[in-house]
Structures are given as structure tokens and as C-alpha cells.
């Protein structure tokens, strides 16, 4: 069953996506591989990759579901980077 986001889902992840240098070293700390989160991401690890370089250095930004998902899963790792759950 697919899912939709609502625009202030969308909005409140926006706001809460990390900087591209900030989201590589999140998933690096977490020991997990491009290729494992795209994999739980449902995406490409190209897709990642590009998350990752931020549109500003010719990557893209992750949009819609691919967006509010990519930023639970970052805000998950980053809390547990830190020792909270």
C-alpha cells in the first residue's frame, strides 16, 4: 500500500534535513554503507549519493516520501549516535 505525504510533512522535513556534509557523516558514524541505506530507503544508492552532495554541488535533494523517510532515518541514526532512544 503506498503511502502520501502531506505538504507539511514535506515542509517540516525540509527543515529538519540535515546539510550534505552532515548527512554522509551521520550514515558513515552509523557504519552503514550507501548501498545498506538506500536499500532500507527503497531508493538507489546513486539516489544517496546525490543526497548526499546536496543540489548546490550538482547533487539533488531527496523529495516527497523519499524526503520525510531519508530524514527519520537520519534523525534515528543521529539520536542514536548520541545514546538517546
Not at 35 to 49: E, M, N, T, Y
Not at 58 to 65: A, L, N
Not at 67 to 76: E, F, R, S
Amino acid at each position: 500500500m503506498a503511502t502520501t505525504t502531506t505538504a507539511l510533512e514535506e515542509a517540516t522535513a525540509k527543515l529538519a534535513l540535515p546539510p550534505p556534509a552532515r548527512r554522509q557523516e551521520i550514515r558513515e558514524r552509523a557504519g552503514l554503507s550507501r548501498r545498506r541505506l538506500a536499500r532500507d530507503l527503497g531508493v538507489s544508492p546513486q539516489a544517496v549519493a546525490f543526497w548526499e552532495m546536496g543540489a548546490e554541488a550538482g547533487g539533488r535533494e531527496p523529495q516527497g516520501e523519499n524526503l520525510v523517510h531519508y530524514v527519520t532515518l537520519l534523525g534515528h541514526l543521529a539520536l542514536a549516535e548520541q545514546g538517546v532512544e
